[in-house]
Structure formats: structure tokens, C-alpha cells
Antibody, heavy 118, light 114 residues
């Protein structure tokens, strides 16, 4: 079955760089048509898409955050990594990874809460 | 970028009664391949989102048939025929048609029991 799990620091300081890892199973990112996205949700607020990487290593980023984001994949480890630079308290959120391309996102991880505070 | 607007923000419903959530996009969601990439998600309290509907009206596996999606162009609706206690949560629509730049979510509709 398809599973995804996010991992990374629970707390980062302002201006630091956040690195999150999504480890998945049940599918391969080397399979044509497969993609993984990162999506975040500030406490009590709506979902916000951040970035997507596809089977062909094409990368797409949120227009408003693209200067701060980098997404990459390690197909052999079944992992997708997201880095976000210059973290700010407004970036405090639960960060999810999810499977799916623009046609639709079907499976989600449990999410990881990242708090930005000094 | 395309904007997704949901209404209402909050929806108190009596158990066993129907519920309807609206999602409007600022641009048509018909893709160049003829499909309309509009999804609906349910997020129960403390849980990750779960997809209910894809391409406007297709239910995901395991989704009860009391959930249905409809609409076209820029106007879409998620309906729950008879609300049950387990349906409490926040519902989001999401478009994937205007790609790139990216996926866009609506602001969410909170369903609660009266």
C-alpha cells in the first residue's frame, strides 16, 4: 500500500534553513506519471501548495515562495527533500508531502509540525 | 494565478440532513485535454487531508456514496446527502488545471453538527 512520512526538525530559528524529508513506499518516483508535492498548513488555516517534483525530475514551485524553495529526489531511497531558506515565524505550519501530479493528489503523509521561533 | 473561493465558511448541519459546499474558480478549470481537474478533500480534526472526489465527480475508493461532486467550468459543488457524525471537519476544493504554476486550494468550509 502507498504510505508517505515526513521527517525533519520540529523547531527552527528565524533566518535558518529548513530541510524536510519525505520517505515513501508503495510506488516509485521513477515511474512515468508519478509526482510528489509538498503542501503546508499554518495552525487553524488553509492548505497551501509549495512544490512538486515529477518522475522526469521536473520541478515546480509556488510563485510566491519559489526564491526560497528547493525540491529534490533520491529515487533509490524513495525520498523527496524540500529545503526552505530564511525561515520566519509566519512559516510555522504543518508540512505535508503527498503523492500525485497536477491531475490530483491522492495519498498524504501524516504531516510534521514545524515551529519557527528564537 | 487562479483563485478558488469556497462558501460558506462554516456549515452547521443537523445529523441526517443534507449539506452542500460551493467552490468557485476565477478561471475555467477545463484543461487542454478536456478534463476538469477539480478535487475535493476532507480533513477531520487532527488528521491529514483525505481525497474524496477527483475530476469533479469521481469518488475515491472507500468514500461513502453519500458524498457527490458536480459542476463545470468555474462552479463546483460537494454534496453530502445525509450528514453523519464522522463527516465533521473541514472540506477543501483544489484545482490542478492551471498547471503550471501550481495547485490551488480553496479556503476551506468547516462542517459541524448543530
Amino acid at each position: 500500500q502507498v504510505t508517505l512520512r515526513e521527517s525533519g526538525p520540529a523547531l527552527v530559528k528565524p533566518t535558518q534553513t529548513l530541510t524536510l524529508t519525505c520517505t515513501f513506499s508503495g510506488f516509485s518516483l521513477s515511474t512515468s506519471g508519478m509526482c510528489v508535492s509538498w503542501i503546508r498548513q499554518p495552525p487553524g488555516k488553509a492548505l497551501e501548495w509549495l512544490a512538486l517534483i515529477d518522475w522526469d525530475d521536473d520541478k515546480y514551485y509556488s510563485t510566491s515562495l519559489k526564491t526560497r524553495l528547493t525540491i529534490s529526489k533520491d529515487t533509490s531511497k524513495n525520498q523527496v527533500v524540500l529545503t526552505m531558506t530564511n525561515m520566519d515565524p509566519v512559516d510555522t505550519a504543518t508540512y505535508y508531502c503527498a503523492r500525485g501530479c497536477h491531475e490530483g493528489v491522492d495519498y498524504w503523509g501524516q504531516g510534521t509540525l514545524v515551529t519557527v521561533s528564537s | 494565478d487562479v483563485v478558488m473561493t469556497q462558501s460558506p465558511l462554516s456549515l452547521p448541519v443537523t445529523l441526517g440532513q443534507p449539506a452542500s459546499i460551493s467552490c468557485r474558480s476565477s478561471q475555467s478549470l477545463v484543461y487542454s485535454d478536456g478534463n476538469t481537474y477539480l478535487n475535493w478533500f476532507q480533513q477531520r480534526p487532527g488528521q491529514s487531508p483525505r481525497r474524496l472526489i477527483y475530476k469533479v465527480s469521481n469518488r475515491d475508493s472507500g468514500v461513502p456514496d453519500r458524498f457527490s461532486g458536480s459542476g463545470s467550468g468555474t462552479d463546483f459543488t460537494l454534496k453530502i446527502s445525509r450528514v453523519e457524525a464522522e463527516d465533521v471537519g473541514v472540506y477543501y476544493c483544489m484545482q490542478g488545471t492551471h498547471w503550471p504554476p501550481g495547485l490551488t486550494f480553496g479556503g476551506g468550509t468547516k462542517v459541524e453538527i448543530k
